[in-house]
């Protein structure tokens, strides 16, 4: 098979790159297309070409696997300057995803059509870069230094239709793309009509405030990110410069910044993502048909996770317990729906067509015929139980039955429905139809298809899965219940919650952690250390001030009040809380010490690094790569910095394990270092390199 194969129709010549599974311009196709360029120039009888691609999508990008590497072959700007200098006019034809470096091959061409349900962007900002082949210079000529700013800057792809709407796309083509846009081609080479190549045209005229405005909002929402800022720039650039010097400097920062750490954390994220999906043992499993779907519960988990199935396409059937309830939660998805339609972000039509198919009713024997069913129920163990006892009656045999618990025991809720090889954890996560990550927990009942199921309604819900065994909190939680004790000890000891919120959001967070509290409300955390009460190691540290909090009718966001008070919405600080901390800590006679930011930094991530260490050892996740996932997308820690174990590995396991001795100091009995950590730090290794629980 070769990279790029040339093929002609008439006077005209078709390129088309073949690499699967997502024709990356690897070298092969980046040296193919070079000699394709010179063939056709070199051919009297050839006018003009069309560039497209085999297989499920056009050109996805540069390479990523390439990244780090010696690049052999010719450079990719190398390749878009040959088509757009052409004397032959090229035109890019787009099914699937134009991304990137693909994009940019594209805006290198005379023109692009593309078919209706293409889309195209130049995502680089995602993986820590800026477009490295004359994306931030073309793409402003042809769509304006406003959307230029906000598409690269936000990585964001859109629709054909709207790529249309903006020029980017010249035709969309109904039908057989190949032909039409040979045809289109044709078309315009009769006519002589060829336009200006995007690199001859100038940057449309534009209005300096809203592009300033639109700059200054790159840079306050970049929290930490190179790449988005130094997109802008570059994209401003392009109004300044002429078009050589731009392109020049894009690539230097193109070259420094796919060296830099945020990039490597950031590619790190991209095949962790992906390798979470694959879970050994399920390779060649087929999963169960999901047509029709129940949810049980129509509070704000409920509703959330049955408006996540119904943008995904199925028809969903809620149950609540009362007609009242129904009604307030049908209300709450209708809301959701017309927000997104005032936003402008989802049409009218579109959005009654997905609440078409919401059906609601207060008897469980409406899901009799559902293929999966999703409870999301208060979380209490005797409610949950007797409602699977139920549905284990009355669900079709093969039916998948789901928890989304995020601490409960999902064996015994799976042996409670008397259908174990059936049950599956799906732990989603608030706003369960915006946040991306979706815990898969499997029990040692569950069979195969059956987590091969959870996986991929996951994939068609557009959630990055990761698949947890049945512990308490499974890996989020477990983890993220460790770092916050470990936080209330730092609280004890004289940091106050604002200091400690303002170190981790300068750390990279987008909340600091007792705003989050604030947001899940004190009562979860208060429910989830009664529950552990009766496993706590005997003198282990507890810290009681979340709990006069809790007595004091002080539960978070939901009660006005909380580790803030809030006003109108908006959280202030509260003296009312540092009193209640200092009287404890007069109370406990514990000096108060101060604490830096970097302190703050250091303990917090030991503490979320330790945890993780156990998590792993245990077999609770598959690897730390998935940790890793799970921390990025649930619990807000920075993706640029890759996660919490491949931070720790770039930092060095031995200064983390320094920094865990320092933790565990503060904590005592119960926040011991973890062997896992302390035996891979020892022997100098990574967790990267960990390869699995028998190796510990
Ligand atoms: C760039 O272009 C820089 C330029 O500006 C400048 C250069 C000078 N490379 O996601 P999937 C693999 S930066 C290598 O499950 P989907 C992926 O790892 C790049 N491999 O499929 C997986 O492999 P495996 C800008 C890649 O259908 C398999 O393909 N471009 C690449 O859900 C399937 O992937 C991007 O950032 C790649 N570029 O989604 C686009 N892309 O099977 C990144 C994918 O071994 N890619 N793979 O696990 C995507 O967004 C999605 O993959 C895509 C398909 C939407 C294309």
């Known amino acids: 098979m070769t990279a790029v194969s040339l093929e002609q129709d008439g006077d005209i010549a078709i390129v088309r790159v073949d690499n699967p599974p997502v024709n990356a311009l690897s070298a092969a196709v980046r040296t193919g297309l070079l000699e394709a360029v010179r063939t056709i120039e070199g051919n009297g009888r050839i006018e003009g070409a069309v560039l497209l691609c085999a297989g499920r999508t056009f050109m996805a990008g540069a390479d990523v696997r390439e990244f780090g590497k010696e690049l052999p072959g010719p450079d990719l700007p190398t390749v878009v300057q040959a088509i757009a200098s052409s004397p032959k006019p090229w035109l890019a034809a787009i099914h699937g995803t134009a991304l990137g470096g693909g994009l940019e091959v594209a805006l290198g061409c005379h023109w692009r059509v593309a078919a209706p349900d293409a889309r195209l962007g130049l995502p680089e900002v995602k993986l820590g870069l800026i477009p490295g082949a004359g994306g931030t210079q073309l793409l402003p000529r042809i769509v304006g230094l406003e959307r230029a700013l906000d598409l690269v800057a936000s990585g964001r792809q859109i629709e054909a239709a709207e790529a249309r709407e903006l020029d980017l796309v010249d035709a969309l083509i109904e039908g057989d793309l190949r032909e039409g846009a040979i045809a289109f081609l044709r078309e315009r080479l009769a006519a002589g009509a060829i336009p200006p190549r995007a690199a001859e045209r100038p940057v449309p005229p534009f209005d300096q405030t809203a592009v300033a405005k639109l700059a200054a909002g790159i840079r306050r929402r970049a929290r930490g990110l190179e790449a988005p800022v130094q997109a802008a720039e570059s994209v401003l650039a392009a109004a300044t410069l002429p078009l050589a010097e731009g392109l020049a400097c894009e690539r230097a920062t193109f070259l420094r910044l796919r060296e830099s750490a945020q990039a490597k954390a950031l590619r790190h994220l991209f ?105 999301a129920v208060f979380e209490d163990m005797a409610v949950k139980s007797a409602l699977f006892a139920h549905l284990g009656r009355i669900l079709r045999p093969g039916a998948v039955i789901a928890t989304n618990t995020s601490y409960l025991d999902v064996a015994a809720l799976a042996r409670a429905s008397s259908r174990p090889r059936d049950f599956l954890g799906l732990h989603f996560f608030a706003p369960a139809n915006v946040m991306r990550l979706l815990e898969v927990v499997r029990t040692d009942k569950v069979a195969p298809e059956v987590l091969a199921t959870g996986l991929a309604v996951a994939r068609k819900l557009g959630k990055i899965a990761v698949v947890a065994g049945n512990g308490d909190g499974f890996i989020g939680n477990r983890i993220w219940a460790f770092y916050r004790r470990q936080l209330e000890y730092l609280l004890e000891d004289g940091a106050d919650p604002y200091t400690i919120d303002a170190a981790m959001t300068a750390y990279g967070f987008p909340m600091g952690p007792f705003a989050v509290f604030d947001l899940s409300g004190l009562d979860i955390a208060l429910a989830q250390r009664k529950r552990r009460a009766a496993t706590r190691p005997a003198g282990e540290r507890y810290v009681r001030i979340p709990d006069i909090l809790c007595e004091l009718g002080r539960l978070g966001r939901k009660t006005g009040a909380g580790w803030y008070r809030y006003t109108d919405g908006r959280a202030e600080p509260d003296p009312a809380v540092l009193e209640v901390i200092a009287a404890e800590r007069t109370r406990r006679g514990t000096p108060q010490q101060s604490f830096t930011a970097e302190a703050i930094q250091a303990h917090a991530r030991a503490a979320m690094v330790n945890e993780a260490a156990r998590v792993l050892a245990e077999g609770i996740a598959l690897r730390p790569s998935d940790i890793d996932v799970v921390l990025v997308h649930g619990y807000g820690f920075p993706s640029w910095r890759g996660g919490p174990l491949f931070e720790a590995d770039t930092i060095g396991l031995d200064r983390v394990l320094a920094d865990v001795v320092a933790m565990a100091a503060v904590g005592g009995v119960g926040s011991e270092p973890a062997p896992l950590l302390v035996e891979l730090a020892r022997r100098g290794s990574t967790f990267g390199a960990w390869a699995g629980k028998e190796s510990a």
Not at 287 to 299: F, K, L, N, S, T
Not at 306 to 323: K, Q, R
Not at 324 to 329: I, K, M, S, V, Y
């Open 271 to 375: 095949f962790a993502e992906r390798e979470a999906a694959k879970v050994p043992g399920l390779e060649a499993v087929v999963p169960r048909e999901i047509r029709h779907v129940g949810v049980i519960g129509a509070g704000t988990m409920g509703t959330g996770i049955a408006i996540a199935f119904l943008d995904a396409g199925y028809p969903v059937t809620i149950v609540e317990t009362s007609a009242e309830a129904l009604a307030r939660g049908r209300a709450r998805i209708e809301e959701a729906y017309q927000g997104l339609v005032k936003r402008g972000r989802l049409g009218q039509a579109e959005a009654a067509a997905r609440l078409a198919r919401l059906e609601g009713t207060s008897e469980p024997e409406a899901l009799a015929a559902a293929d999966l069913v999703v409870e």
